[in-house]
């Protein structure tokens, strides 16, 4: 999927459900509460041994949960830089492109 098919897809997926489109600020704030969901899963990793204070009600880790997660990530930059008639994704590759043309005239 073109990055401009999954800025219209994001847009309609909203529509469609109903759900009302985030301003900038939102979707950062948004974005940072799906980055500590994320967070969250993988502090309960098997191994990980973190013990919380309050235990978490949630279902516990799962690959699946954490790919979800990291999506709604990804979901919420996405929005946050369409509100400002930005392509994230478009910008990160153009970015990595002239890092690695940088790094590569060294």
Known sequence: ???????????????RR???WPTTEEALLWLASEVGEAC???LMRPGFEWVRNNPYVGKGWSAQAFAEELGDVIFMAMVAGM???LDPLE???KKMKRKLDE????
């Open 91 to 93: 910008a990160m590759l």
């Open 1 to 15: 999927m073109q990055t401009s098919e999954l800025s219209s897809y994001l847009s309609e997926y909203c529509a």
């Open 83 to 85: 509100r400002e008639g």
């Open 103 to 106: 790094h590569e005239r060294k």
């Open 18 to 20: 109903g759900l009302k």
């Open 40 to 42: 969250d899963l993988h």
